[in-house]
């Protein structure tokens, strides 16, 4: 078992900084990747940003070039560094781990980001 539990979530101006954390406890040593997501009301969630055990890191286009995905060593920490947000990044980010065969899901946090 996995636990993952985001924080960071505020609200932020357009053009602002955020930095989310998710901190993961339990068998993080079966920790194959782990993800960033995001979903807003109605709409389904949303990829955001990947990083594998290797620290390579993916991301949503119309992300990269403002976010940064980056982990510890040893997988119990993951970062999302925002720059430049815009009004269309808010909703609640989650944080997702893929251990083994099992998938791992965060509670969320709120990102809000006034225009």
């Known amino acids: 078992q996995v636990q993952l539990v985001e924080s960071g979530g505020a609200l932020a101006q357009a053009g602002g900084s955020l930095r989310l954390t998710c901190t993961a406890s339990g068998r993080t040593v079966s920790i194959n990747v782990m993800d960033w997501y995001r979903q807003v009301p109605g709409k389904e969630r949303e990829w955001v940003a990947r990083i594998t055990s290797a620290g390579r890191a993916t991301y949503l286009d119309s992300v990269k070039g403002r976010f940064t995905i980056s982990k510890d060593n040893h997988w119990n920490k993951m970062f999302l560094q925002m720059d430049n947000l815009r009004p269309e990044d808010t909703g609640v980010y989650y944080c997702?781990?893929?251990?083994?065969?099992?998938?791992?899901w965060g509670q969320g946090t709120q990102v809000t980001i006034s225009p």
């Open positions: 997702f781990a893929a251990a083994g065969l099992q998938d791992y």
